[in-house]
């Protein structure tokens, strides 16, 4: 038949091309080991969603061009910051634009990035030896075949956790503490409640650990919430379970181990039904909600910017000098990115390639003191720093109800978790 | 009993919204056949409306509801009517669910991108964009109620521990409001009553005065009415976001169903049923002493898909009139019908020499081949094997499937598992095979091409597996049921560890091909990738041409034009259907793990069940009848944002229109819009290229074919065509012309020189009637000779090609059906004309409001009184045909068309129906009359006319009509030498 052989014909013939195309397409993926170094700059640029993650671009920005002003890099360069890419939270396009950020804009470095669908791209800037520092939200930081990926506090969804920070139980005790309770969170008794996935169950596992470990009497441990994207029609089956949780009565702590929109529905769900309670969850602190989330204690990996160390109150002011007013934890997880980078830089000197970086990088301990870190790596490819603070809102405005403090890992030892020491104990 | 109490009655918060969003779609659905998919998106258009003005400029939460609820929602409403509806009504059913599958894709991205881009980025207004709200999910409006709400516990009912706030008690008085105010309009108003008779015999409504086009606006701005009040409603409960909408809308699809799609009461007791069922499930499900059940990760989520399913089977089988209808699809005109075959060719082979010289850097632009190469054309191609499946399973099967993402992302678990490529969680050597098998296995790891074949047969399996229990189900089931499904694994299959390897999924590395132990092509050069899937695409299109010229082939095109001619022949259906269905699974699933190839890896969100959804608006746009427009749909999918973005970044582009083109919602909008234009024709784009060649290719044929068509009836006999009988002569016998051969008074019906005909065949040659006052005029001629076409171009159901209809001298040639009806016109269609669905007593007031004339029809016939709460599909023949007289009698119209009003009658039913025009007559009614029965007609006609091949022969007062020119009336063909 005519049609027929028509289209094998040009497929016959295409494959025919293709087999001759080794010799045609000849060096395809060579690139100069130096791509985007040249004598006097380093070019960089940022990856991940514009939209909610803006913020950290910029603060990198001032980061990068403090680092010009006073002459940080060595050999006299200048950091090339040539913006923040979209990649519009969508796992397609990050790929899409790294590669484009790789091969046609030729950038040494992607810092920082910020996004949750920073995954397949993992695979690519390793391949192509490209440096990338950011938020390690996402799994490429965790996978140790990654070589290239570095999060300035390590990499925060390793699965399965095997080194979970022993942070949020010891920042509780210090709370009740702060708060004229001697024993701290001794015999407290409390509820953690987890999204219905992996992460939540694993979640849920881990929390208990470091609650007891402070002595808490868990109560009610599910990963009971359905996952988002899927919202909650109504939270009442899960507000009567954490309710009357510890004997028929409700429990002094509640854990969120959840998702925002979970956390926006729940919340309220607990208080409106008369949980007079510790709330303390992970997302509380988004200066665009402190009416919604007052009383709550918001759990932060690093120390936000009411804290009144110097070492923050400097950060405040290179952003602000660089127009960011109210800065959030993007704002911030940004600029530390930059200044991990930069301090990367500083000790490779001035023989700057990405192999070299590599190998700097890869045994670099990254802080600044009393606001984020101490992160060291390599234990930084399997865990993330136990570091953290907590903050409550009054409805307008937060302050620190727990300040920031670094503390131990725990790993499951047999059907225990027990807790080891950071970073030593990261085999 | 408390926490069961508690339960359900804040389920039932959640189930009242439910329940508004089901009765808004039962509503459309019901009225105008179209399932509005995309009720979702208006639902949260109105939210954004609501958020913008409320906390965006500071109106107060009432003014602001107003304005959204019954201003912006139901001018919304009357837009989409007006703009979409109107393409989509006639579609095929397929088309149908696809357009508005467009506008719940294009929607939401229009309305955002005139915010962002426009508004605020262009125009500098002080709007609030919802991206500023950063990763908490979005803002939270507030309610209609007092803000902060209130809490309102129930201690006084005994109902200790519930509380609902004010927002959530507001749903439930508003929803409360909504049934009962539904309930009046659709039963006790006149709108209502359009709406309904509407829905049950939709031409007939026409013919008595409905404005189809009006109900069916009336409807839609109803139904939008409802969805915008539920999207005010769900804002405070939830965050305002598009995809929460979108699942809150989608879980009341189960509530949908399980009202069987046509009772909106009933949707409203299963949307609240819904919230109590989701509630209590997961209120109780640790309770439940099996563990497999308790730690079943999704299952909340996946309650109302699993509902949906099962509702599906019961009520999703094809229980329409099966026989009756001539075709139920007539495909669409292929542009390129009547061009040779290299010409049709030719195109396509072009495009792919460019493309492969392309990939083999025979030419540099643009700037960069390599990225190109792996950023566009490789995902591209990727994606274009994925859409193969859609011309497969909605091009030549006619069926809508909402899973293809499913099989997707099935398949490429499988290659992907196969391959069993290490990753963090899988150090080595848990990635390896233990055994060999020659060219499959080998040193431990999997021939890439045996793993992807894996991934297809493993994705084909699923498809048969979800194919065969709903095989019978209609388009729209069908539709919905695979919908379901691809949320369910979605929530619960995919999302279990052992199946989705956690949130790694499943890596991908390039394979090399080695033959004979040299390596030969190896895969990581973006070229040779190119060049392997162009193979690959090749390849499954041959499979496909094959498929269509294959028995099976035709088999599924004589299943979609009419299934129960197919069966009659022998053809099974459902057995074509699950083949089909199965073969496209499995071309989706190969294309799953092309797709995993190209883009490093496949994990359950790298093709989540929406993106199936944009896919679609994608496909169609560009074609889903070839696999052409699937090639081109491919590539502009991944090619569309650098296309924007280089075109932003050329110096002369002002900035503002750069803007515009690199937003977010600029692409999903386009597509949407895109699919909504296109979706009935399944060559989209490419039709719109090639129409105008087609137009004029056919002009040309036009000509011959008519004349061939008609001798043809005569087997090719040589026929003198009789002459008609000229017009002065037919006012003559009417009793109208004036001495001088013009028309004096003006009669009643008028027809002159009327050509008409279906499609290319012309079946009223130039007809000219006239019926006067008093009048009965009776119609005669074989079958063929084209009464029922006169009856029908009477009254407006069949287009004039030239010539002119006129009631009492009004021209209403231009008229449609049921403003000639309002003139005056009233037709007793060939198969009774009432609405079987309503009540005798609602039958009667579609045409006679006035209760005192109802009161005189029951007098009349007085059969009709005693059976008025019935419905009139009970009624016997000669008691519908008294049904559809009655109105006549009561109010005489000033004319009147009966076709065949005696047909099927008794004798005795037939004397009553005979009396009755005597009447008719009597009282002043033009009367033209189409009887099979000559010696009925002769009782009450006074002028007989012949008609013989569309053409009125011969005129002239009853009594001269004798035997003899009515047995030739009736034999047809000779009048040679007839004066």
Same mark, same amino acid.
């Given at each position: 038949m =005519?049609?027929t052989s028509?289209m ?9 091309v293709a087999?001759g195309s ?7 993926g060579?690139q100069?080991?130096a791509r985007?170094v040249t004598d006097?700059?380093i070019?960089v640029?940022g990856l991940?969603?514009s939209?909610f993650?803006?913020?950290?671009g910029?603060?990198a920005?001032?980061r990068?061009?403090?680092?010009n $002003?006073?002459n940080e890099?060595?050999?006299g360069?200048?950091?090339d910051?040539?913006?923040?890419t979209?990649d $519009?939270?969508?796992g397609?396009?990050n790929l899409a634009?790294?590669?484009r950020? #790789?091969t046609e804009?030729?950038?040494?470095g992607?810092?920082p @990035?910020m996004?949750?669908?920073?995954q397949?791209a ?11 520092l950011g938020?390690g939200i996402?799994?490429a930081?965790?996978?140790s075949?990654?070589?290239?990926i570095f999060g300035?506090?390590?990499?925060? *969804?390793p699965?399965?956790?095997t080194?979970p920070?022993n ?6 005790n ?9 024993s701290?969170?001794k015999? $407290? ?6 999204d219905?996935n ?9 929390? *208990?650990a470091?609650?007891?470990a402070?002595?808490?009497?868990v109560?009610?441990?599910?990963a009971?919430l359905p996952?988002?994207p899927?919202?909650v029609?109504?939270?009442a089956?899960?507000?009567q ?5 510890n004997?028929g =009565?409700q429990?002094d702590?509640?854990?969120?181990? *959840?998702a925002?929109s ?5 919340g309220?769900?607990?208080?409106q039904a008369?949980?007079?309670? #510790?709330?303390?969850?992970a #997302?509380?602190y988004?200066?665009a909600?402190?009416?919604?989330t ?5 759990f932060t990996?690093?120390a936000t910017p009411?804290?009144?160390?110097s070492?923050?109150q400097?950060?405040n002011?290179t952003?602000?000098a660089?127009?960011?007013?109210n800065?959030?934890q ?6 530390f990115?930059a200044d991990?980078?930069?301090q990367?830089?500083k000790? *490779?000197? $001035? ?11 890869a045994k670099?301990k ?5 606001v984020?870190g101490?992160?060291?790596?390599p234990?930084?490819f399997k865990?993330?720093?136990?570091c ?5 809102s009054n409805?307008s405005t ?9 503390y131990?890992l725990?790993t499951? =030892?047999?059907?225990k ?5 950071y970073?030593?104990? @990261?085999? | 009993m408390?926490k069961?109490?508690n339960l359900v009655i804040?389920?039932?918060v959640?189930g009242?919204i439910?329940?508004i969003?089901a009765?808004?779609?039962?509503l459309t ?9 995309a009720?979702?998106a208006?639902?949260?258009t109105s ?9 965006g400029?500071s109106?107060?939460?009432v003014?602001?509801l107003?304005l ?24 095929p ?8 599958i ?7 991205n229009?309305?955002?991108w005139?915010v962002d881009?426009v508004?605020?980025?262009w125009w ?8 500023e ?6 803002p939270?409006?507030p309610g209609?109620g ?8 129930f201690e006084w009912l005994?109902l200790?521990?519930?509380n609902?706030n004010?927002n959530?008690?507001a749903?439930?008085?508003?929803a ?5 105010l ?5 039963r ?11 829905v049950?015999r939709e031409a007939?409504?026409s013919?008595?005065g409905i ?5 069916s606006? !009336?409807?839609?701005?109803?139904s939008?009415?409802l969805?915008?009040l539920?999207g005010v ?7 305002l976001?598009d995809p929460?909408?979108l699942?809150?809308?989608f879980a009341s699809?189960a509530?949908?169903a ?5 009772s909106?009461?009933l949707?409203?007791?299963a949307?609240l049923g819904?919230?109590? %069922?989701q509630?209590?499930?997961a209120?109780?499900?640790?309770d439940?002493?099996w563990r497999?059940f308790?730690?079943l990760?999704?299952?909340e989520s996946a309650?109302p898909y699993?509902i949906l399913?099962?509702?599906l089977f019961?009520?999703g089988?094809e229980?329409?009139r099966?026989a009756?209808?001539?075709s139920d699809e007539?495909p669409?005109p ?9 010409r ?5 082979a072009?495009?792919?020499v ?5 990939t083999?850097g025979a030419f540099?632009w ?5 990225y190109?190469r792996s ?9 274009? !094997?994925v859409f193969?499946?859609?011309?497969v399973?909605t091009g030549i099967?006619?069926?809508?499937s909402?899973?293809q993402?499913?099989?997707v992302?099935?398949g490429?678990y ?5 391959l ?9 050597p848990w990635s390896?095979w233990?055994?060999?098998i020659p060219?499959?296995?080998?040193n431990?790891?999997m021939?890439?091409f045996v ?9 084909a399996?699923l498809?048969?597996?979800v194919?065969?229990?709903?095989r019978r189900?209609g388009?729209l089931?069908?539709?919905l ?5 691809a949320?369910?694994m979605?929530?619960?299959v995919f999302?279990?560890d052992g ?5 790694f999924?499943y890596a991908?590395r390039f394979?090399t091909l ?7 092509l190896?895969f990581?050069k973006a070229?040779t990738?190119v060049c392997g899937?162009l ?8 499979l ?5 010229r294959?028995p099976?082939g035709?088999? +599924?095109f ?9 069966q009659t022949?022998?053809?099974s259906p ?5 083949a089909?269905f199965?073969?496209s699974?499995?071309?989706a699933g190969?294309?799953g793990?092309m797709?995993g190839?190209?883009?490093f890896a ?7 069940p929406?993106t199936?959804?944009i896919w679609?608006?994608?496909?169609v746009?560009?074609?889903v009848?070839?696999?052409g427009g %699937?090639?081109l749909?491919?590539?502009?999918y991944?090619?569309?944002?650098v296309?924007?973005?280089e075109?932003?970044s050329?110096?002369?582009m002002p900035?503002?229109l750069?803007?515009?083109? /690199?937003?977010t919602?600029f ?5 949407g819009l895109?699919a909504?234009?296109l979706a009935?024709?399944?060559d989209?784009l490419?039709?719109?290229?090639g129409?105008?060649g087609l137009?004029r290719?056919r002009e040309?044929?036009r000509?011959?074919r008519?004349a061939e068509?008609?001798l ?6 040589e026929?003198?065509v009789p002459d008609?009988?000229p017009e002065?002569q /037919?006012l003559?016998?009417v009793?109208? %012309? ?5 028309a004096?008074?003006v009669?009643?019906i008028?027809?002159?020189d009327v050509?008409a005909g279906?499609?290319d ?6 007809v000219?009637v006239?019926v006067?006052r008093g009048? /009965?005029?009776a119609l005669l001629?074989?079958?063929?000779a084209?009464k029922s076409?006169l009856c029908?171009?009477t009254?407006g159901?069949v287009? !004039?090609t030239?010539?002119?209809?006129q009631?009492s001298?009004v ?14 016109l009233l037709?007793?269609p060939?198969a ?5 669905g309503?009540?005798?007593e609602e ?7 006035d209760?005192?004339?109802?009161a005189?029809a029951y007098e009349r016939f007085p !059969?009709l009184g005693?059976?008025?709460?019935? /419905?009139?599909?009970l ?8 049904l559809?007289l009655a ?5 005489p119209p000033?004319?009147?068309?009966a ?9 005795l039913?037939?004397e009553?129906v ?8 009597g009282m002043?009614?033009?009367i033209?009359l189409?009887e099979e029965?000559?010696?009925e007609v002769?009782k009450?006609?006074?002028?007989v006319a012949f008609?013989e091949?569309g053409?009125?022969?011969? +005129?002239g007062?009853r009594?001269?009509?004798d ?11 000779t009048h040679?030498?007839?004066?």
């Amino acid at each position: 038949m =005519k049609r027929t052989s028509k289209m094998l014909v040009t497929a016959v013939a295409a494959a025919a091309v293709a087999l001759g195309s080794l010799a045609a397409s000849g060096s395809a993926g060579a690139q100069s080991s130096a791509r985007g170094v040249t004598d006097s700059s380093i070019k960089v640029s940022g990856l991940g969603h514009s939209a909610f993650y803006e913020e950290a671009g910029k603060a990198a920005k001032a980061r990068f061009d403090l680092a010009n $002003k006073n002459n940080e890099i060595p050999g006299g360069r200048k950091i090339d910051y040539i913006g923040f890419t979209d990649d $519009k939270a969508n796992g397609d396009t990050n790929l899409a634009e790294t590669r484009r950020l #790789v091969t046609e804009e030729q950038v040494f470095g992607i810092v920082p @990035v910020m996004s949750p669908s920073f995954q397949a791209a993992g695979a690519f800037v390793n391949q192509s030896k490209v440096p990338t520092l950011g938020w390690g939200i996402s799994s490429a930081f965790c996978d140790s075949s990654n070589k290239y990926i570095f999060g300035f506090t390590g990499c925060l *969804v390793p699965n399965p956790p095997t080194y979970p920070g022993n942070t949020w139980g010891e920042l509780m005790n210090q709370y009740f503490k702060n708060q004229g309770v001697s024993s701290g969170a001794k015999g $407290k008794t409390t509820a953690i409640i987890a999204d219905n996935n992996d992460s939540g169950k694993t979640g849920v596992e881990v929390i *208990v650990a470091t609650a007891e470990a402070v002595g808490m009497k868990v109560v009610y441990a599910e990963a009971a919430l359905p996952a988002p994207p899927a919202p909650v029609g109504d939270f009442a089956p899960y507000v009567q379970a954490i309710m009357t949780s510890n004997n028929g =009565k409700q429990p002094d702590v509640v854990f969120l181990v *959840v998702a925002p929109s979970n956390v926006y529905g729940l919340g309220p769900a607990l208080t409106q039904a008369g949980f007079t309670g #510790v709330d303390t969850n992970a #997302v509380a602190y988004a200066p665009a909600f402190a009416a919604l989330t007052k009383g709550w204690q918001a759990f932060t990996q690093f120390a936000t910017p009411e804290s009144t160390s110097s070492e923050m109150q400097q950060i405040n002011q290179t952003l602000q000098a660089a127009g960011i007013q109210n800065v959030g934890q993007p704002g911030l997880a940004g600029y530390f990115a930059a200044d991990m980078f930069v301090q990367i830089l500083k000790k *490779v000197g $001035k023989d700057l390639t990405p192999e070299k970086f590599q190998a700097v990088a890869a045994k670099f301990k990254y802080q600044i003191e009393n606001v984020v870190g101490p992160t060291y790596y390599p234990a930084g490819f399997k865990a993330g720093s136990p570091c953290g603070q907590l903050s409550e809102s009054n409805g307008s405005t937060y302050k620190v109800t727990a300040e920031f403090g670094c503390y131990d890992l725990l790993t499951e =030892k047999g059907n225990k978790w027990v807790t080891v020491p950071y970073p030593k104990g @990261v085999k | 009993m408390q926490k069961f109490l508690n339960l359900v009655i804040s389920g039932m918060v959640t189930g009242a919204i439910y329940s508004i969003m089901a009765s808004g779609l039962v509503l459309t659905y019901q009225s105008s056949g179209v399932f509005n998919f995309a009720h979702a998106a208006v639902a949260f258009t109105s939210a954004y409306f609501y958020f913008q003005l409320n906390t965006g400029q500071s109106i107060p939460i009432v003014p602001s509801l107003v304005l959204t609820v019954f201003v912006f929602a139901p001018l919304l409403g009357l837009a989409l009517d007006r703009i979409v509806l109107g393409r989509l009504a006639k579609a095929p059913m397929y088309a149908r669910i696809v357009g508005t599958i467009g506008i719940l894709v294009a929607l939401p991205n229009l309305v955002q991108w005139l915010v962002d881009a426009v508004m605020v980025d262009w125009w500098g207004l002080d709007l609030t964009k919802l991206s500023e709200y950063g990763d908490s999910g979005g803002p939270i409006p507030p309610g209609i109620g007092p803000t902060p709400a209130e809490v309102y516990r129930f201690e006084w009912l005994g109902l200790d521990g519930v509380n609902l706030n004010s927002n959530q008690l507001a749903v439930f008085i508003v929803a409360a409001l909504v049934a009962v105010l539904l309930y009046l309009i659709i039963r006790r108003t006149r709108v209502g009553l359009e709406m309904r008779a509407q829905v049950d015999r939709e031409a007939l409504a026409s013919l008595r005065g409905i404005n189809p086009r009006r109900t069916s606006a !009336i409807a839609w701005m109803l139904s939008m009415t409802l969805a915008g009040l539920g999207g005010v409603l769900i804002a405070p409960l939830f965050q305002l976001n598009d995809p929460t909408f979108l699942f809150v809308v989608f879980a009341s699809l189960a509530a949908v169903a399980l009202a069987g799609m046509r009772s909106i009461p009933l949707a409203f007791a299963a949307g609240l049923g819904l919230g109590v %069922a989701q509630n209590l499930i997961a209120g109780y499900r640790r309770d439940i002493p099996w563990r497999f059940f308790n730690d079943l990760s999704g299952l909340e989520s996946a309650v109302p898909y699993l509902i949906l399913l099962a509702a599906l089977f019961v009520v999703g089988r094809e229980r329409g009139r099966a026989a009756g209808s001539v075709s139920d699809e007539k495909p669409a005109p292929d542009h390129r019908a009547g061009l040779p075959s290299w010409r049709r060719k030719l195109p396509w082979a072009i495009f792919t020499v460019v493309l492969v010289g392309y990939t083999l850097g025979a030419f540099g632009w643009p700037n960069n081949p390599i990225y190109v190469r792996s950023s566009i054309l490789a995902p591209g191609l990727a994606l274009a !094997i994925v859409f193969l499946s859609f011309v497969v399973v909605t091009g030549i099967g006619g069926m809508v499937s909402l899973a293809q993402a499913t099989f997707v992302t099935a398949g490429g678990y499988m290659a992907g598992w196969a391959l069993q490529l290490s990753d963090a969680r899988h150090p080595p050597p848990w990635s390896e095979w233990s055994f060999d098998i020659p060219f499959v296995v080998h040193n431990g790891s999997m021939n890439f091409f045996v793993a992807c074949l894996l991934g297809a047969l493993a994705a084909a399996a699923l498809g048969a597996l979800v194919a065969y229990p709903i095989r019978r189900m209609g388009t729209l089931a069908l539709a919905l049921a695979t919908f379901a499904l691809a949320w369910v694994m979605y929530f619960i299959v995919f999302q279990n560890d052992g199946v989705g390897n956690g949130s790694f999924g499943y890596a991908f590395r390039f394979p090399t091909l080695n033959l004979f132990g040299i390596e030969t092509l190896d895969f990581s050069k973006a070229s040779t990738l190119v060049c392997g899937l162009l193979l690959v695409f090749g390849v499954i299109t041959l499979l496909i041409h094959n498929l269509q010229r294959s028995p099976s082939g035709r088999a +599924m095109f004589a299943v979609r034009s009419s299934s129960v001619a197919a069966q009659t022949s022998g053809v099974s259906p459902a057995r074509a259907q699950v083949a089909l269905f199965a073969l496209s699974a499995g071309i989706a699933g190969f294309g799953g793990a092309m797709y995993g190839l190209s883009n490093f890896a496949v994990t359950r969100d790298s093709v989540p069940p929406i993106t199936g959804l944009i896919w679609i608006t994608v496909v169609v746009t560009f074609g889903v009848r070839r696999p052409g427009g %699937a090639l081109l749909a491919g590539l502009s999918y991944t090619a569309a944002p650098v296309i924007w973005r280089e075109l932003a970044s050329f110096s002369w582009m002002p900035d503002f229109l750069s803007e515009l083109l /690199v937003s977010t919602y600029f692409t999903p909008m386009l597509f949407g819009l895109g699919a909504i234009n296109l979706a009935k024709n399944p060559d989209g784009l490419l039709a719109m290229v090639g129409h105008r060649g087609l137009e004029r290719r056919r002009e040309k044929e036009r000509k011959a074919r008519i004349a061939e068509a008609e001798l043809g009836l005569h087997h090719g006999e040589e026929v003198v065509v009789p002459d008609a009988v000229p017009e002065a002569q /037919v006012l003559a016998t009417v009793g109208l %012309a004036t001495p001088d051969g013009t028309a004096g008074a003006v009669p009643v019906i008028l027809l002159e020189d009327v050509v008409a005909g279906y499609g290319d065949v012309e079946v009223l040659h130039g007809v000219t009637v006239a019926v006067e006052r008093g009048q /009965v005029v009776a119609l005669l001629g074989a079958n063929g000779a084209g009464k029922s076409t006169l009856c029908n171009v009477t009254a407006g159901l069949v287009p !004039i090609t030239s010539g002119t209809v006129q009631l009492s001298g009004v021209d209403v040639t231009d008229l449609a059906p049921h403003a000639r009806a309002q003139e005056g016109l009233l037709l007793v269609p060939e198969a009774r004309g009432i609405f079987p669905g309503l009540t005798v007593e609602e039958n009667l007031q579609v045409l006679l409001r006035d209760p005192a004339l109802r009161a005189k029809a029951y007098e009349r016939f007085p !059969i009709l009184g005693e059976r008025r709460k019935q /419905v009139a599909g009970l009624l016997s023949g000669g008691e519908q045909q008294m049904l559809s007289l009655a109105p006549a009698l009561a109010t005489p119209p000033a004319a009147l068309v009966a076709d065949e009003p005696t047909l099927g009658l008794a004798p005795l039913a037939a004397e009553v129906v005979i009396d009755a025009l005597r009447e008719l007559r009597g009282m002043g009614t033009a009367i033209l009359l189409v009887e099979e029965k000559a010696s009925e007609v002769m009782k009450v006609a006074d002028i007989v006319a012949f008609m013989e091949l569309g053409r009125v022969v011969w +005129m002239g007062p009853r009594d001269e009509a004798d035997d003899e020119r009515l047995a030739a009336a009736y034999l047809g063909g000779t009048h040679r030498g007839e004066a």
